[in-house]
């Protein structure tokens, strides 16, 4: 790995594409370490927990070194290290709240649907089916309010892009998918299918998730 590089620790479709796209928004030089498989036993999550105790992906080492996790926080880093890829809005502008509100509103609401959805086993001894299903409605709940949150304008923030369109270029692809949205959340869609044809993150997409998914 040259010296300059970033590496990220990640898997095909996981929410390591989220960190993906951000670097190659960002125009830096990266290294894939693949991890798939990390959310059972095996070589793959020993390596990731040698990094992140918590078994968790994105996680991404910094040139230096230093171990990130959380994507939100490497979006915030990753906009004030390569501000020229228009990750974040400048601390003075307009929409700069707006960005800050809706990055943890998408984490810190959106993101647990899944961490108790995803394996809801894990969490109830009983009738799990009915967590993960609950999780899902909840899920459409979430995104139906932020597609009331949005303007007329191509992206999440109007006329700006940011971290939050690849959020939803990416996340349309998971539970309820993409037909859910483009039924329910017609701008939603609209926002994530202009990521996605973005020419610079088709990589990113093509490596990450099936067409139809």
């Given at each position: ?7 990220l620790?990640?898997?095909?479709g ?7 796209a951000?670097?190659?928004?960002c ?15 095996g ?10 105790p ?5 996680t991404?080492?910094?040139p230096d070194?230093?171990?990130?996790t ?15 890829a228009?990750?974040?809005?400048p601390?003075d502008?307009a ?6 509100r809706?990055l943890v ?11 108790y959805?995803?394996y ?5 001894t009983?009738?799990p ?5 609950a999780?899902?409605e909840?899920?459409k709940?979430?995104w139906l309010?932020l ?12 006329e ?9 270029g990416?996340?349309?692809?998971w ?8 039924e ?19 990589p ?8 139809a998914?």
């Amino acid at each position: 790995m040259n010296g300059a590089d970033y590496r990220l620790y990640g898997a095909p479709g996981w929410g390591s594409v989220l960190t993906e796209a951000m670097l190659v928004q960002c125009g830096v030089p990266f290294v894939f370490e693949d991890v798939a498989g990390f959310d059972a036993q095996g070589e793959a999550r020993q390596r990731l927990l040698a990094l992140n105790p918590l078994g968790q992906v994105p996680t991404l080492v910094l040139p230096d070194g230093t171990v990130m996790t959380e994507s939100a926080a490497i979006a915030l880093l990753l906009a004030e290290r390569h501000p020229d890829a228009g990750l974040a809005p400048p601390p003075d502008a307009a929409e700069r709240a707006t960005f800050l509100r809706l990055l943890v509103w998408l984490v810190a609401n959106v993101y647990p649907t899944f961490t108790y959805g995803d394996y809801p086993e894990r969490w109830v001894t009983e009738a799990p089916e009915t967590l993960g299903a609950a999780m899902v409605e909840q899920r459409k709940t979430l995104w139906l309010w932020l597609e009331s949150q949005l303007g007329d304008g191509p992206w999440v923030l109007g006329e700006r892009f940011s971290a939050l369109d690849l959020y939803v270029g990416a996340m349309v692809h998971w539970r309820p998918r993409r037909a859910w949205f483009a039924e329910h959340c017609p701008k939603l869609s609209g926002v994530a299918e202009r990521v996605l044809a973005l020419p610079s993150l088709e990589p990113v997409w093509r490596r990450n998730f099936t067409p139809a998914s």
